[in-house]
């Protein structure tokens, strides 16, 4: 579409009414699906030397559903020679990925109906996590003895689902703490769902231990989150 103010568009015959775009497309770049952005504006303008009446302004194309105008002068306007009227959209996707539409104005130009490209990518919602507690301790336990089991709840708190790839337990004194129980890892929790890990102390040398129960997650904060295990060796004397 012709900007009204090129070279090109000034050389187009004047006679009667001649319709320009402010703008050929409107890029939405990326969009969480389910919620909408800020709205972009195009404005049309008559060039010409009568009247350019639009009949309507209309959204086609595979995904117009996933575009709606909000505010709209120019359906059943009439613009006068240098007159001009403007339509805002807004871009929500319902679904993943690359989405496009085109806005179709409808007159009695020549060249009617004129469109502008709409585009935008749906993306998933993010994810969240919540572990609860943060730490475990598991006080003082006699050396080479096993502690009863502690667990840990992990909870999805985001828009979207919560995917946990893998549990482990690494750190310096990795060896001295085990997963005793899990039904977190290859889980995908839903909103508002949870799964427990439960981790066990058994230390193989006296004095402080700790680890790090770390949880691979596609949530935001680097895809895993942990929680820090510690306790105390102390030694066993047998009778």
Known sequence: MLDPNSAQAKQVPQNGPVATLSLSALNFGNQTTGSSGRTQSVTLRNIGNASLT??????????????????????????PPSGSCSVSVRFMPVAIGARSASLKFNDNAPDSPQAVALSGTGVAP???????????????????????VKT?????????????????????NAADFSIASNNCSGATLATGASCVIGLRF??????????????????????????????????????
């Open 202 to 239: 058994k230390p193989g040398l006296i004095g402080a231990r700790s680890a790090t129960l770390s949880i691979s997650d596609n949530a935001p904060g680097g895809g895993a989150h942990s929680c820090a295990a510690t306790g105390w060796a102390r030694p066993h004397w047998s009778m």
């Open 126 to 148: 993010p994810a969240g996590i919540q572990l609860n507690p943060t730490s475990l301790d598991f006080g003082k336990v006699d050396f080479l003895q096993q502690s009863a």
């Open 54 to 79: 639009v009949s309507s302004v209309a959204l086609a194309g595979s995904n117009a559903s996933d575009f709606s105008v909000v505010s709209d002068s120019c359906t059943s306007g009439t613009l």
């Open 152 to 172: 840990i709840t992990v909870s999805s708190t985001g828009a979207g689902p919560l995917n946990i790839s893998g549990v482990t337990v690494t750190g310096s």
